[in-house]
């Protein structure tokens, strides 16, 4: 059986040309056997950092984070390297969804964004435990927005679970969508880290994200040797598609049966202006 920690994330200043704002939603893979252990091998690193009893880590800190004014620069970057070493070790698998607000939603029926990204990210959670021929459960942070945010949040995804989408159901996923707030809980935080980084980085954040993406690269979900589509999907492909070379090293990307080999001349991005490996 597998645990999937999930959080999302939202960037809405892109500066790469072309991209509007987008909308992320991601988490990380883990064997229910290793729930534990890794939860405390976890915890053991933000202690030797100095970080105060129950203090979350995130990507982000806000101003009432300890993290903000005492884990900064090259220590902040070295600690989350560490953190992603760590789930690497314990075989841990990265899935992350983004969508461009801008244009048409994969899913007709979704009436945001938010709920479209939900949608694409059970999809990728299903296949994957389809692949593995297991059962998981998903956890999520809690919603920022109160409790009402929480209770329309979980009854979407029951709602979408039990209906599942055009392309795929979801048998696998035992239960719906379980939700706490992450300050409790590491790996929750450590899904933060990923979302938030992927989406900074692929958004054209050039400074703190690169460095760090390198050790969520190996993370990422990856199916026929290529990860655009699987460990990170940005949406729509046939506009961000290029990404997919620049960022992850694919060399082709697919939608249904046609295969596009990259860098393609056809869509954005083919330049290698794009490249911030």
Same mark, same amino acid.
């Given at each position: 059986?597998?645990?999937?920690?999930?959080?999302?994330?939202? $960037?809405?200043?892109?500066?790469?040309?072309?991209?509007?704002?987008?909308? &992320?939603?991601?988490?990380?893979?883990?064997?229910?056997?290793?729930?534990?252990?890794?939860?405390?091998?976890?915890? &053991?690193?933000?202690?030797?950092?100095?970080?105060? $009893?129950?203090?979350?880590?995130?990507?982000?800190?806000?101003?009432?984070?300890?993290?903000?004014?005492?884990?900064?620069?090259? %220590?902040?970057?070295?600690?989350? =390297?560490?953190?992603?070493?760590?789930?690497?070790?314990?075989?841990?698998?990265?899935?992350?969804? +983004?969508?461009?607000? #801008?244009?048409?939603?994969?899913?007709?029926?979704?009436?945001?964004? $938010?709920?479209?990204?939900?949608?694409?990210? +059970?999809?990728? !959670?299903?296949?994957?435990?389809?692949? &593995?021929?297991?059962?998981?459960?998903?956890?999520?942070?809690?919603?920022?927005?109160?409790? %009402?945010?929480?209770?329309?949040?979980?009854?979407?995804? *029951?709602?979408?679970?039990?209906?599942?989408? %055009?392309?795929?159901?979801?048998?696998?996923?035992?239960?719906? !969508? !379980?939700?706490? @707030?992450?300050?409790? =809980?590491?790996?929750?935080?450590?899904?933060?880290?990923?979302?938030?980084?992927?989406?900074?980085? !692929?958004?054209?954040?050039?400074?703190?994200?690169?460095?760090?993406?390198?050790?969520?690269? @190996?993370?990422?979900?990856?199916?026929?040797?290529?990860?655009?589509?699987?460990? *990170?999907?940005?949406?729509?492909?046939?506009?961000?598609? #290029? +990404?997919?070379?620049? *960022?992850?090293?694919?060399?082709?990307?697919?939608?249904?049966?046609? $295969?596009?080999?990259?860098? #393609?001349?056809?869509?954005?991005?083919?330049?290698?202006?794009?490249?911030?490996?």
């Amino acid at each position: 059986m597998y645990f999937f920690f999930v959080d999302d994330s939202m $960037q809405n200043n892109p500066s790469r040309p072309g991209m509007g704002p987008i909308i &992320a939603l991601g988490g990380i893979r883990v064997r229910a056997d290793y729930v534990s252990s890794l939860e405390s091998s976890l915890q &053991a690193i933000c202690d030797n950092t100095g970080f105060p $009893q129950g203090e979350e880590f995130k990507w982000s800190p806000g101003r009432e984070l300890w993290m903000r004014d005492y884990l900064v620069e090259e %220590s902040r970057s070295h600690f989350f =390297i560490k953190i992603l070493e760590e789930l690497d070790d314990y075989d841990v698998v990265a899935t992350v969804v +983004l969508e461009d607000a #801008n244009c048409n939603k994969a899913e007709p029926r979704c009436s945001s964004s $938010q709920e479209d990204v939900t949608l694409l990210f +059970l999809e990728r !959670v299903q296949r994957q435990l389809q692949r &593995a021929e297991v059962e998981g459960i998903i956890i999520a942070d809690r919603p920022s927005g109160g409790r %009402s945010d929480e209770d329309n949040y979980l009854f979407y995804t *029951l709602e979408s679970i039990q209906q599942g989408t %055009s392309y795929v159901g979801m048998d696998n996923i035992m239960i719906n !969508v !379980v939700s706490t @707030p992450s300050k409790y =809980i590491r790996l929750l935080q450590a899904a933060d880290l990923v979302t938030s980084c992927i989406t900074n980085f !692929v958004c054209g954040e050039s400074n703190y994200s690169p460095p760090v993406f390198k050790f969520i690269l @190996p993370l990422l979900d990856k199916q026929s040797e290529r990860i655009g589509g699987f460990g *990170l999907k940005i949406h729509p492909d046939y506009k961000y598609m #290029n +990404l997919y070379y620049w *960022l992850l090293n694919d060399d082709y990307c697919r939608k249904g049966y046609v $295969q596009k080999h990259l860098p #393609n001349d056809e869509f954005p991005y083919k330049g290698d202006e794009w490249n911030y490996r």
